[in-house]
């Protein structure tokens, strides 16, 4: 049976038809009709366009720039445009609606073709004998995960937020969290994808490349940072719908090295948040149940559309209280959030709309990931440019708007290391704990060992710190020390990596080495595109092509991640920071705050 859902209808239409035939729908809130959506990545006026990501600031504070975009709506459409750029000798990128990675993997230059998927998402095709769904690469996550769960179907992996497209979320490897069967990466559920790469002049200058497992290639294709070429359709395998139960333990960090990993096993979907400068972590067990196990649970975490004026508010306080360095006010923010979500859960609620208490169980893709202010509306109130009114709500992260900044950082290591990487981040915390009071604590999940080429070699887990990024050029964060030294230990002295899609600057060199088979995935890109239109200078250094190198030393170049500071004008010596080795992994450089 086939189900072909038009994304292009509106999502109210879609909604109320849902409502009344089926049980899994009537949950989701309506709210999102009121909302703003979020402006589209691209912004093109007469002969040039700018791609921006979603919180408006690249991984470098850098610019986006592109000459012309395409915004495909068929295959064909998408060929056409190719083919268009490979005749002209023009480098290509795909970005999606909302843009959510930190690093300029997008970013084609000024004379390059930047293509949108925001208007190729409307094939969303599910078979119900196959187990599976094919979708157009633009298709947002939200929509296909809805698709499926109407035809009593789950995807047994998705991130936490919902507003992602489905070419996006595989191509930067983007991950749940779990080490049971294929695990929590996206990527791992694709079987199948249509692919559009560079052709010759005979063949047209674009073809189209069709892969299943049979074909060893999707092992590049699946997780490709963009680099092989135009994602046109994927096809992901589903399960029977089930649910999940989610629930939370508040303890002592004292035993974390010793009982992470049995913990992190011991549940299929099970996260870990370590709270270290409080010595506290919430464990949080993640369960499988079949459907007649009762519960109607919504996690609304991420995502739900706020006021521009709270948000703006919040943003503003949380600034001033990192500008003063108040240790003591932001400390209390973070564990203050921490124990709302883990005793009150806030965010996960029982019937969909109140939280009565843990366990909250429901069907798998209302636990697995949230969302809502993706679907907002578009009016002139609304345009990419204006300036909203501050009733309006949109997302949290809304580029239009003074939204918090942050650096998202994902540093993954071995699972064999995690007990030393624990004991040594200790010994940081134990220098002075209420330096890692931030925007969050550390968050741990898990990734299975793939074999896709630029996936983990290895069974990981992944440490994922939110920390305060000031808006303002050149400023340091009163705690900067401590978060560069444990980047830098993790990536240097425990084989870390780190996530494709989110923050990291310098960090990232030589990283692909340490991928499941970066040379297997050097000859696909060589064999789909072998003049690298799909490739930027970022993908380049990342793949240590040409020599290039991500690091860029300039003033303050430390304090946006571009660099391993070398000398004082990388950190901001006017301000007091000073480029010093680190206090426990002493070949770190760090940029410290001297009184
Ligand atoms: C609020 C939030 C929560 C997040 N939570 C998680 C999480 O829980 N787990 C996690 O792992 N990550 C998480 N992320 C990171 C996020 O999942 C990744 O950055 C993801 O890749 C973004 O998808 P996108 O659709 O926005 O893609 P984009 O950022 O637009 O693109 C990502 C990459 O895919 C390529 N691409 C896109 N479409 C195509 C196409 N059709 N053909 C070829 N290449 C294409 C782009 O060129 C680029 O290289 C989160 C991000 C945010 C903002
Ligand atoms: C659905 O999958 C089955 C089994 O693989 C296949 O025989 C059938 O042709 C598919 N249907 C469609 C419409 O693709
Ligand atoms: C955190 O909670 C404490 C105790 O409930 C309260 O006194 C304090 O004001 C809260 N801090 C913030 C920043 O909300
Ligand atoms: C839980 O909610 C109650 C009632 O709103 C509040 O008083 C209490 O401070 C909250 N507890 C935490 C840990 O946030
Ligand atoms: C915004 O909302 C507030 C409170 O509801 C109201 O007083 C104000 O008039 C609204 N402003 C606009 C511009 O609608």
Redesign the pocket.
């Given at each position: 049976m086939r189900v072909t859902v038009s994304v292009a209808m509106t999502t109210s239409i879609i909604f109320l038809v849902l409502c009344v035939s089926l049980q899994y729908f009537c949950i989701t809130t309506l709210a999102s009709q009121a909302t703003c959506a979020p402006p589209p990545a691209i912004e093109c006026k007469s002969n040039a366009c700018d791609v921006f990501n979603y919180q408006g600031v690249w991984d470098d504070r850098g610019i986006c720039k592109a000459q012309n975009s395409a915004w495909p709506t068929s295959e064909a459409e998408l060929v056409q445009a190719v083919a268009n750029a490979v005749k002209n000798k023009q480098r290509i990128k795909v970005v999606s609606k909302l843009s959510h990675s930190e690093p300029k993997l997008v970013c084609v230059g000024s004379e390059g073709l930047i293509i949108s998927t925001q208007n190729y998402a409307s094939v969303i095709e599910v078979n119900k004998t196959a187990m599976t769904i094919r979708v157009q690469a633009g298709a947002l996550m939200s929509d296909v995960l809805e698709a499926a769960a109407k035809e009593g179907l789950a995807l047994n992996a998705m991130i936490y937020w919902s507003g992602v497209s489905a070419a996006g979320v595989i191509s930067t490897g983007a991950h749940d969290s779990g080490l049971v069967g294929k695990g929590s990466g996206v990527y791992e559920y694709v079987v199948a994808m249509r692919l559009v790469v560079p052709a010759s002049p005979s063949q047209g200058y674009a073809k189209v490349i069709s892969l299943t497992e049979a074909d060893e290639e999707l092992n590049a294709a699946r997780l490709s940072l963009g680099t092989l070429g135009a994602i046109s359709e994927l096809t992901f395998a589903l399960q029977p719908m089930y649910k999940r139960s989610i629930s939370t333990v508040v303890k002592d960090d004292t035993d974390l090295e010793y009982e992470a990993e049995s913990f992190l096993r011991a549940h299929e979907f099970a996260d870990i948040n370590w709270i270290p400068s409080h010595g506290k972590a919430v464990y949080i067990p993640i369960d499988r149940h079949p459907v007649n196990v009762p519960g109607d649970g919504l996690n609304s975490i991420i995502g739900s559309a706020s006021s521009v004026v709270d948000i703006e508010r919040k943003a503003a306080d949380y600034e001033a209280i990192q500008d003063r360095a108040d240790v003591e006010a932001i400390c209390s923010v973070l564990i203050?959030e921490t124990?709302?979500l883990a005793?009150?859960g806030s965010g996960f609620l029982n019937d969909g709309k109140r939280f009565t208490g843990y366990p909250v169980i429901g069907f798998n893709h209302h636990m697995q990931t949230s969302g809502g202010c993706q679907a907002g509306r578009y009016s002139v109130a609304c345009t990419p440019t204006s300036i909203l009114d501050k009733n309006e709500t949109v997302c949290s992260w809304d580029r239009r708007i003074y939204a918090t900044l942050y650096f998202g950082v994902e540093l993954r290591v071995p699972v064999s290391r995690l007990p030393q990487v624990i004991k040594d981040v200790k010994r940081i915390r134990d220098l002075n704990p209420q330096k890692l009071c931030d925007m969050s604590g550390i968050f741990m999940r898990s990734i299975k060992k793939s074999d896709a080429y630029l996936g983990p070699k290895e069974d990981v887990v992944t440490l994922v710190m939110m920390n305060y990024r000031s808006r303002a050029v050149g400023t340091p964060k009163w705690n900067e020390d401590v978060y560069e030294e444990i980047e830098q230990m993790i990536i240097e002295k425990h084989g870390g990596v780190l996530h494709w899609g989110k923050s990291g600057g310098y960090l990232f060199q030589g990283l692909a080495k340490r991928a499941t088979n970066l040379e297997k995935f050097m000859e696909v890109k060589k064999k789909f595109d072998s003049s690298g239109l799909f490739s930027n200078e970022w993908t380049d250094g990342l793949f240590g092509i040409g020599g290039g190198s991500l690091e860029i030393f300039r003033d303050g170049c430390a304090l946006d991640k571009v660099c391993k500071c070398r000398e004082d004008s990388h950190c901001a010596p006017q301000k007091g920071y000073f480029c010093k080795p680190g206090k426990v992994w002493k070949k770190a450089r760090v940029c410290t705050k001297l009184n």
């Open positions: 203050n124990l709302d005793i009150n």
